[in-house]
Each structure stands twice: as structure tokens, then as C-alpha cells.
């Protein structure tokens, strides 16, 4: 069998847009793509893919799922042959072993450090705010950038504090294991065997995956000793690869769809400062060389990207040479730079919000346009170096997919270039001929679409009476990884929280009963699970119920308010009454089951001692009803 580390990789890899546009003509529609289904035969689209969510749904015959449930229904692949494609097709080499008691143990080590991590996030947070240390250094210096502790709080900013052991003596006492502490690099082994901190008294900026979860950190000294390198970060490890990983993508993924723009600055401060003005779609690639991997992962959200660099001549004309990435992934990229030495997070805090916006709109380049003034300022007269230069802009702009594009910037660069537009294109072609060949050879053929009838499934309905338990599963599945934010409770999730408040309900629907206690183990065996532990979940039923909760064939118009000034509310702008609301209303009806029960037993009852005990019961739901309708707002007729 495929090993879980390569099927991690595959699924990180996978762009569902991509894959399923092979097979599917996709057009945008907001944040979603919709398509005419490929399961059945109609003429308005009902077949809607999320790239954020990386799942796609088909509303006409109740399919769903991941893009390798996908090709396992369009293509009838068992799961290992759809997985082995799209491993063929992103060039990940597949490793398979069979399953043994090792094997397990090596699928919880990924899991172990994300814990570990998690912990290690929570300690240097309590260490800045909470110890005289923390906040005399660590606090003093976030504050004197000018970061709200609100903000420090949302990007769980910490501080390590200046002594050889502390974080280590803290985690081996809450039972953390040293190989876990060792290979996520939070500790360091001494020759005798004991630990030693790795982030000694540094400011500590959390790195988040995808899906919110820690798996590394960056951490800044503070002395100004120039023996001390000014960052230390996490080395590579089983869940941190910095190449597939963006500083900041968690908190800006929304917004990036909102915007349909990604800024791209340089370092941590740089994204929190931008972020912390309202500007929320940013991302850093954290002073390494961006990769294709982390193109991509923007890729799923926008197709546009503004890089705002800090003016600093030698590291702009370094950066573009990786940016011609970005044009090969087929994303729209543009520039700004800041004047007098100025850095995203410098700029945004002297000049405000408003005035930053402006800026960038004012000074934004595209890119090749910006590249090749760049090269020919620096070329100035000599014709060797211009010469380069043309060569140079020609071969970023063959790096773009889109021939009319291409064709656009290849008529502007001639005349910057003092160029002929007809020698421009004939060294473009010559390049596009090469690469194509060169695609032509290492590219796998794709398969082709059966065009033969294709039988359809019918569509599943929810009937009214487990209407409310699904309705439970899907704020599970949204929601249970989010912090609850209401009546001052502090440090609980909502999932936790809804399946402690829930222990006294027995499910009925079978497949809402089975998901609820696949979560409910999950918590128990201290993980707690996100959507795309549902999505990805082997047992195909509980897929296909998580996609069907979470998909939905209604958008509301991105012109709704601007044409009719009616300002809709959604369910995250009051989560209390939304949680606490279905727990309830759930409740309720439970409680109404057991009353209609009790009536029954009450008519066909003749002993007085029987009826006694029932009315008793019958007394005591009847308070209950009461409590939980005071709660809903209802009136219950006596």
C-alpha cells in the first residue's frame, strides 16, 4: 500500500482545478469554478468545484468528494490508481510498504510533532505575555513595531526566554517525548545526552500550515551582537518543509479570494504590519527563494500577485530572476517598490492604510514591463548588455501560457527595447518550440474521457426528521477546529465543546451517528480533526456526507449590497447563536420524542404505581422542554 508521507505529499501537490479541468471546461464564478456535469446530460451547470476547499460537488446526481474521489468516478480508478495518477502527474516518486505495527507507529510521528509544536506555540505565547521577561523584552519590542495585542495574539507571537533549558524542562515535564522535541529542532542534544533550548531569548513568529496548524517557527534575536545570527528557524522535518509553506497564507487565504490579488513581501514584520492596517491579503515567502510549490498554493486562490519589495536595488534585480516562476505557473504578477529605503512594514506604518492602497495602485508595474526597464537601466549604452537584456525579457515572456498575453507584452517590451516586433517574435517562437518539445517528452499522456453513457446515481435527499443532525456534523465540520468566542470561555475549540455538550444525545441517522463518533475518537485520541480529515477519510460514506455539508449551489452576488444596500449577515457574526442554537434546537426535538413516548406508555398503562413513575418523568422533561425553550425564544403551550 502507498505510504501516508507520500499521500500527504500527493495531496499537498494536487490542484483540483487543474485535474479536474482536464476532464471538466471550468469557469470562475466567485471564489468557486462551475462546469457542466460530467455524470449526467444537462445544459445548466450544477457541477461546482472549490479550490479552497479542494473539494468539487455535483449537485445533479449528489456526487462529491476530492479530486481523487473524482477520478475514481469518471475514470474508475481503484483509490491506489488514482492516487499513483496524480503522483505520476505532479512527480512524486510513490513509496509503498505494507502496513505493520511500525507503520502505524511512523503514521502517529507526524502527528506527535504537530502536537509538540502546538505546545511549544502556547508556551512561548504565556512566556511573552505572562513572565516579567517576556513583556520587559519580547512584548517591549512587538509594541515599539507598533503591533496591537490583538494581532500578536492572532499570529500566537511569542518569546523564548534567555536561559539554556527553559522550553526543554517545560515539555519533558508535561510528558513530551525528546525524539519529537529533537527532530522539530525546538531542542538541541549536548554531548551528554541533556537538552538545550534552540530559541534562547528571541521573539518567536509561529509558522502556520494551510490549515492553521503550527509546524515551525522563525525566531529573532534581539541582541545586537553580530555573532548571533539575527534568525534562527526551524530545520526541515517531517511536518516543515519552508518550500511548500508560506508565511501568513492561513490569515490571508480569505481575503486573497475576496481581493483576487496576493501581496508578496519579503519578511514576518512586513505581513503583520500590512495585515494588522486592514490589508489582509498578504504572504511572505520569509527570505527564501520562492518555489513553485508555494505558486501554487497561491495559484488555488488568485491568479494575480503583487510583489512589494523594499527598494533595495541588489535584492530586486536577485528576485527577478525567480519570478519568471510565477509567469510559467500562469499567474498575472506585478512590482512595487517603496522609496527612501522603505519596507512594506516601515511604509504601511508611516503612511496609513488609505495612503499605502493608493501607493501601490499609483506604482504597480507588470512585470516583464518593470524587468526590462530594470535590465536596460542597468545596461545603459552597452550593446552586449542590451543584448542580454532582450534575451532575457524574451525568455520570461515565452515562460507565458497565454499566446495573446505574451503577444501584448512582446509589442510594449519592442518599444522599450528600441526593438523590431517581428525579431521579438521570432526568438519567442524558437524558445516556445523548445520548451514545448522538451514538455512534449517528460509530460505523461493524459487520459481520455470516457465519451460512452455514463450511468447515473440518484440523488440523495435529507428527510426533515435528521435534518438537525446533519446540520450538528456540518458545524462540526466548519467550525470544531475554530476558538470559541463567547461568555468568556477561553482555550476551548468548538468541536470539543459541541460533542461534550451533545454526550446525552443519541444519533439516529446512521451515517451522522458514524461521523460524530469517528470525531468524538478523534478528540479522544488528541487529535482534533478539520475538514479535510473528513474529505480525505478513507470510509467513503463519511466523505461523501462531509461534501455534502459543506457544498452548497447558492453564491450570494459579489453586487448584492451595492445594488440593493441590504447588508446579509452570516452565521460566523453571531457563532453562539449558531452553535449553541442547533445544539439546542437538536435537543429539543429529542426531548419532544421522549414526551410522545412517555404519552404512549401513559395510555396503555393501568397501574398506578407505573403511572406514577411516568408522570414523574413525564414532570421532569416537561422542565427541560422549559429550559431549552426559554433559550431558543419559543413559547410552549401548556
Known amino acids: 500500500m502507498i505510504n501516508k508521507a507520500t499521500i500527504d505529499r500527493i495531496f499537498e501537490a494536487t490542484d483540483i482545478v487543474e485535474v479536474i479541468g482536464e476532464f471538466v471546461q471550468l469557469k470562475k464564478r466567485g471564489a468557486n469554478y462551475v462546469g457542466l456535469s460530467p455524470f449526467a446530460n444537462e445544459k445548466t451547470p450544477s457541477f461546482t468545484v472549490s479550490p479552497v476547499k479542494g ?78 521577561e517576556g513583556q520587559n523584552i519580547g512584548l ?13 495574539k492572532k499570529f500566537e507571537l511569542g518569546y523564548s526566554p534567555d536561559n539554556w533549558d527553559a522550553f526543554s524542562t517545560a515539555a519533558i515535564k508535561q510528558n513530551y517525548q525528546q525524539e519529537f522535541l529533537l527532530e522539530s529542532g525546538l531542542s538541541v542534544k549536548r554531548d551528554n545526552g541533556s537538552l538545550y533550548d534552540r530559541y534562547r531569548g528571541r521573539v518567536m513568529f509561529p509558522i502556520h500550515s494551510f490549515t492553521g496548524r503550527v509546524v515551525g517557527f522563525g525566531g529573532r534575536t534581539l541582541k545586537n551582537d553580530k555573532s548571533v545570527p539575527k534568525y534562527v528557524n526551524s530545520p526541515e522535518s517531517e ?38 492596517a486592514g490589508i489582509e491579503n498578504v504572504v511572505a515567502s520569509s527570505g527564501t527563494s520562492l518555489t513553485v510549490e508555494q505558486i501554487r498554493l497561491i495559484g488555488r486562490s488568485t491568479k494575480n500577485i503583487t510583489i512589494l519589495y523594499d527598494g533595495d536595488a541588489a535584492g530586486i534585480k536577485a528576485a527577478l530572476r525567480g519570478l519568471d516562476l510565477i509567469l510559467e505557473e500562469g499567474l498575472n504578477v506585478k512590482v512595487v517598490t517603496f522609496p ?26 507588470d512585470f516583464i514591463l518593470y524587468k526590462t526597464g530594470a535590465l536596460l537601466s542597468e545596461a545603459k549604452n552597452d550593446p552586449i548588455k542590451k543584448a542580454e537584456v532582450i534575451r532575457e525579457v524574451v525568455e520570461s515572456i515565452a515562460k507565458i501560457p497565454d499566446s495573446i498575453k505574451a503577444s501584448v507584452f512582446v509589442k510594449e517590451c519592442s518599444s522599450l527595447l528600441q526593438m523590431d516586433e517581428r525579431s521579438l ?41 435528521d435534518t438537525q443532525e446533519k446540520e450538528i456534523v456540518r458545524l462540526l465540520i466548519t467550525y470544531g477546529n475554530k476558538m470559541i468566542d463567547w461568555d468568556g470561555i477561553a482555550n476551548t475549540y468548538i468541536g470539543p465543546f459541541m460533542i461534550s455538550e451533545l454526550s446525552d444525545v443519541e444519533f439516529e441517522n446512521p451515517e451522522s451517528k458514524n461521523l460524530v463518533d469517528i470525531y468524538r475518537q478523534e478528540l479522544e485520541n488528541g487529535r482534533l480533526p478539520n475538514e479535510a480529515f473528513f474529505i480525505h477519510h478513507p470510509d467513503r460514506k463519511v466523505t461523501d456526507l462531509a461534501v455534502s455539508m459543506i457544498s452548497t449551489p447558492y453564491v450570494l452576488s459579489e453586487n448584492w449590497y451595492e445594488k440593493h444596500k441590504i447588508l446579509v449577515s452570516s452565521e460566523e457574526d453571531n457563532m453562539k447563536a449558531t452553535i449553541l442554537g442547533a445544539i439546542f434546537h437538536l435537543k429539543k426535538r429529542k426531548v419532544d420524542q421522549i414526551l410522545e413516548g412517555i404519552r404512549r406508555k401513559l395510555q396503555k398503562t393501568t397501574s398506578n404505581d407505573d403511572i406514577d413513575v411516568l408522570l414523574n418523568q413525564y414532570q421532569h422533561m416537561k422542565k427541560v422542554e422549559k429550559n431549552i425553550s426559554d433559550f431558543l425564544g419559543s413559547v410552549i403551550l401548556k
Not at 432 to 457: G, L, N, W
Request: some cysteine; glycine content about 4%; overall charge negative.
Open 55 to 132: 473539494i468539487f460537488k455535483d449537485f445533479s446526481t449528489g456526487l462529491g468528494g476530492s479530486a481523487v474521489t473524482f477520478l475514481m468516478e469518471h475514470e474508475k480508478f481503484t483509490y491506489p490508481e488514482a492516487l499513483k495518477w496524480l503522483a505520476k502527474k505532479y512527480n512524486i516518486e510513490v513509496e509503498e510498504d505494507k502496513q505493520t505495527p511500525e507503520n502505524k507507529e511512523e503514521d502517529n510521528r507526524r502527528e506527535s510533532l504537530m502536537v509538540v509544536t502546538a505546545f511549544a506555540a502556547r508556551f512561548f505565547q504565556q512566556s511573552l505575555l505572562e513572565t516579567p
Open 140 to 152: 517591549s519590542y512587538f509594541k515599539e513595531r507598533g503591533f496591537r495585542e490583538d494581532i500578536i
Open 239 to 276: 511536518i516543515y518543509h519552508k518550500s511548500n509553506l508560506l508565511y501568513g497564507l492561513y490569515f490571508a487565504k480569505k481575503a486573497i479570494r475576496e481581493s483576487d490579488n496576493c501581496y508578496l513581501v519579503e519578511g514576518y514584520a512586513d505581513v503583520i504590519s500590512v495585515h494588522q
Open 340 to 365: 527612501d529605503g522603505h519596507d512594506p512594514d516601515s511604509f504601511v506604518r508611516k503612511v496609513g492604510t488609505n495612503a499605502f492602497k493608493t501607493y501601490i495602485d499609483q506604482h504597480q508595474k
Open 425 to 465: 517574435l521570432t526568438e519567442l517562437n524558437k524558445m516556445r518550440q523548445a520548451k514545448a518539445k522538451k514538455q512534449d517528452q517528460a509530460s505523461p499522456k493524459p487520459i481520455q474521457p470516457e465519451t460512452e453513457h455514463t450511468e447515473i446515481i440518484p440523488v440523495k435527499t435529507v428527510s426533515a426528521e
